[in-house]
Structure formats: structure tokens, C-alpha cells
């Protein structure tokens, strides 16, 4: 059962988590950052800025966090700079603003955007792990207590490697240090007040910076919400399956109502479930490549088309395996299982699970919730990575606690494969901000081409103004439009 999905897993492991650790000198917070023109990215610079590994020990080294900036296209309009993270963990805010992500035209406009690479990620100084330990086969899916040990020990070997190959680093790579990093950045661009958009992980980062620095805030916009109170492995688990689920049964509807669909008069759920059940047999294998295909594997593609959504391409993809036929070479894509980096998420998140009775608990109960998907592969990961993880949890979750920071503006998709609704009604209810709801599909509700949440969004980030508590906005039904408003950020993961 493990080989497909460990490969799959390792080739997205592989960019993320290697790389090299680059050197760090001292350098005062407050000094601003000397830009240079990035190479291969016409138009925008590069920095960094430099901070301590340790936050609560300063004077025990040094590390970098890598900067990419756009300049403001109206100098005489500008307001000052946005900061900006993808998520991931490990997503790369410099590499993302290289190749383009960027918000609406009216926020290029008046705002220098600027990308930033978390403390261990991308070129920050890195976080880097063993390949051998990396690539160790593994059970993602425990079927016995040899295969839960066997687990644990490969989490094990692959913390010991980080910090072996890494040194300190590698045991600081928490959000709440992130977000002491994220006040080093405001200052060194000049900003009296931080103004922020953060996706997915990157709201978690948001978060934790308005509970450290409330009175240094101008605007935080913290789309597709973590939710940093959710307590157990079980409640991890349970509200990313029912999420996954629900918006299996938005893309069945879609399918029943869309002659282009693939699927179209067919029953979606009877041929995922059938799919279902011969991935659990060992029994289908991908037409195109004739590997196997696990369950896991199965329900890592059906989340990964969830994304955007691109119910067009999965519809195709499913039909394929179920007619043993390849899917058309416009529509088929090799979608990799996600990969949390462990060293942030074991950091941020303490989920214990004791044995392989316990798991299976979870994902009978799982499969149970949700007859279609079986379970969340993003949230299985985010617990069965950490299971054995050497490090300690610095930064366990716990409720926010946000006081005197300016009211904070929360997006969410009615229907995200990742980050589910709930967590950011959650959120919502403890910081007091004030949630818009898009009413639609997919991961990052920015960029789901409404113009209504775009001018919501833009509006609060100009001026402060916050739209009426309760507002919605309407879906836009996906393959409707192919212009959007900027480019989302690559990262498949929160």
C-alpha cells in the first residue's frame, strides 16, 4: 500500500524540505533591507532580513528570511507595502511573487507587494533533512501495530536528520516565531503598522502576529482560515473529512447539471465508491501509467482537483480509471499526495495518536462520515506525520487571544477542500473579525474570479472599511470564466 503514495508524497518532500543553509550575519531590526534585482524576475527585487534562530534566547544565533518585491505601479497613489504569504507549510512567498502572484490591479496599484520565504523555507535559510531518511519507505496507512512502529520510526529518523544536517534551526521552525520574524519585516520596510494578506497557512502566521503585536496592525485580510483550537487528532481529522465530503456532493450536483462533465448521467458516487472499493482490494491501477493506485492515492486526486475547482479534469480523470481508459492529455495531470513539512506542523500542533487501534478508529469513523471520500488525505497526513516526531511542540494550538489589535477581515469559500468553513467561522468567533463568506467552491476565496469579495477585500485594504458582518457573496460557477482577477499562489496544501 505504501509505494505509490510514498513516491508521491517524496517528490513534492523533495522540492520543499532539502536545500542548502545559507550563512547569516547579525544585523540591527530595525536597518532596512538593501534590495537588489532578482535574477530571471524583470522587475522585482530581493533582500532579506536577518533574525534570531531562538526568540527567546536572541543571543544564540542568527538566521535569514528571504524577501521578493514588486513596486507599487502608481508611485503618486502608493500607500505603503502588503505583505504576503501562500501558505504551506513551505509554500515560498519570494518564488510566487517572482512569477507573478499578485492581488487585484487596484492593489498593485497603490501597494509594493512583497513575498516573503518563512524562517527554513525556500531562500530563507533552510531547514534541511536527511534523503535517505526522506525517501525510506513507509506505511502513510498503518494497517498493524508493526506498521504504526514502522511509522513512527521513519518520523523519528526524519527529525533526528533535520536537526543533524540543519543544527537549531530545525527545531524553531514555529508560526509564532514566523510571526516575530513578520515584525523584523515591517519595520525594515519602513511601515508603522503591518498590512497582510495570508492564505491557508499563511492565516495562521496573521493570527498569531495580531496576538503578538495588536497595536501594530493596519489591515490583516486571512483567507481559508487554520484554526488553531482544534484539540484532538480526532477533531483535525473529523472536520477536514466532513468538509472533503460536502464538497464531493457540490461536485456530484455539478456533474448532474453539466453535460460537459465526464461523468454526466452517470452516478458520480456509485463509480467513486466502486473506485473506492478496488483501490482497497489492490485492484486499480492507473490506465495511463499501470501503476496501482491506493486509496489514499485515489482520494489525494480528488482533493488536489478540489483546489480550484477543476471538476472538469477529475470527472475525466475518474472516468478513466473506472472505463480503464486514458483521460485526455489536456485534462490528465499527475497530482501529487501533499506534503506537510513536518518540522512547522509538529512545531504548531500537538495531535497525539498512541497505536495503530486508535488510527483505525479514526478512519473507520472517518470513512463513516464521509461514504464517498473515505477521508481527508490532508488532514491524515497533518497527524500521521507527526506521530513519533522527535521534536517538541513549542507552539501547541490553543484559542486566540487577540486584544486591542483594529477589526481583522476573515475570507472563506462555503465550500474548501482544506481549510474547512468551519475553522474560519471559528476563528471569526474568537478574534471578533468579521467573516465574508463566498458561497462558492475551492481553496483561497480571493481568487475565485467574485468580484464581489475582490472589492470587499480591496476596500478594507485601502481604506479599512470593513464589509457588513454576514455579507455573502455569490459563487461563480466554475468553467464559467477564464480570466481571474491575479494569480493564486501554486501551493497545494493549507
Keep these: 500500500m505504501a509505494g505509490v503514495g510514498n513516491r508521491l508524497v517524496t517528490a513534492v518532500a523533495v522540492t520543499t524540505v532539502l536545500g542548502s543553509l545559507l550563512a547569516a550575519t547579525p544585523a540591527s531590526a530595525a536597518e532596512s533591507v ?10 522585482v527585487d530581493c533582500g532579506t532580513v536577518t533574525v534570531p534562530v531562538d526568540w527567546a534566547h536572541p543571543d544564540r544565533g542568527t538566521t535569514t528570511v528571504a524577501l521578493a518585491r514588486r ?5 503618486q497613489a502608493r500607500i505603503g507595502s502588503v505583505l504576503m504569504d501562500p501558505g504551506g507549510p513551505g509554500g515560498s512567498g519570494t518564488e510566487e511573487v517572482k ?8 492593489i498593485t496599484r497603490r501597494f509594493d507587494t512583497v513575498g516573503f520565504d518563512p524562517r527554513g523555507v525556500g531562500a530563507s535559510a533552510q531547514i534541511k533533512c536527511g534523503l535517505d531518511e526522506l525517501i525510506a519507505d513507509y506505511p502513510p496507512m498503518p494497517r498493524n501495530q508493526a506498521e504504526f512502529e514502522q511509522l513512527a520510526t521513519h518520523n523519528r529518523n526524519l527529525g533526528e536528520s533535520c536537526t543533524r544536517l540543519t543544527g537549531p534551526l530545525a527545531q524553531f521552525g514555529d508560526t509564532k516565531s514566523v510571526a516575530r520574524d513578520m515584525d523584523v519585516i515591517r519595520r525594515a520596510l519602513g511601515e508603522q503598522k503591518l498590512t497582510y494578506y495570508g492564505v491557508s497557512y499563511g492565516t495562521l502566521m496573521g ?20 484554526d488553531h483550537a482544534q ?6 481529522i473529523m472536520s477536514e473529512t466532513r468538509s472533503l465530503q460536502a464538497e464531493f456532493g457540490e461536485f456530484a450536483a455539478w456533474c448532474g447539471r453539466t453535460p460537459s462533465c465526464a461523468l454526466h448521467g452517470r452516478d458520480v458516487s456509485g463509480v467513486t465508491r466502486d473506485l473506492q472499493d478496488k483501490a482497497a482490494r489492490g485492484e486499480l491501477t492507473d490506465p495511463r501509467s499501470g501503476e496501482q493506485v491506493t486509496p489514499l492515492t485515489l482520494v489525494s486526486i480528488i482533493q488536489s482537483n478540489f483546489y480550484g475547482p477543476t471538476w472538469d479534469r477529475l470527472a475525466s480523470v475518474l472516468k478513466s480509471f473506472a472505463d480503464g481508459t486514458e483521460a485526455s492529455a489536456q485534462l490528465r495531470a499527475d497530482i501529487p ?19 495503530v487501534a486508535e488510527l483505525e478508529v479514526y478512519r473507520r469513523a472517518a470513512a ?13 497526513a497533518s497527524v500521521t506525520s ?11 494550538q490553543r484559542p486566540l487571544q487577540i486584544h486591542g489589535a483594529p477589526p481583522l477581515l476573515l475570507l472563506s469559500s462555503r465550500h474548501d477542500p482544506a481549510t474547512p468553513y468551519a475553522w474560519s467561522q471559528s476563528v471569526a468567533r474568537q478574534t471578533g473579525g468579521t467573516l465574508l463568506t463566498y458561497d462558492g467552491w475551492g481553496h483561497g476565496a480571493y481568487f475565485k474570479n467574485s468580484s464581489c469579495v475582490t472589492k470587499a477585500t480591496d476596500d478594507y485594504l485601502i481604506t479599512g472599511r470593513l464589509p457588513a458582518p454576514g455579507t455573502h457573496c455569490a459563487a461563480v460557477e466554475p468553467g464559467t470564466t477564464t480570466a481571474l482577477i491575479a494569480r493564486p499562489p501554486s501551493t497545494i496544501g493549507f
Design 34 to 43: 538593501d534590495w537588489q534585482p532578482c535574477a530571471g524576475a524583470p522587475g
Design 71 to 75: 513596486k507599487a505601479t502608481d508611485p
Design 99 to 106: 512569477s507573478g502572484w499578485s492581488l487585484s490591479p487596484e
Design 207 to 226: 493570527q498569531q502576529y495580531a496576538e503578538l503585536f495588536p497595536d501594530k496592525v493596519r489591515a490583516l485580510v486571512l483567507d481559508s482560515n487554520m
Design 231 to 236: 484539540f484532538t487528532a480526532w477533531d483535525f
Design 337 to 355: 499526495v501533499n506534503y506537510v513539512t513536518p518540522s512547522v506542523l509538529c512545531d504548531d500542533w500537538r495531535l497525539p495518536v498512541h497505536n
Design 368 to 380: 463513516a462520515l464521509a461514504p464517498d471520500v473515505k477521508l481527508n488525505p490532508l488532514g491524515w
Design 386 to 396: 507527526c506521530i513519533g516526531w522527535p521534536n517538541r511542540t513549542s507552539n501547541p
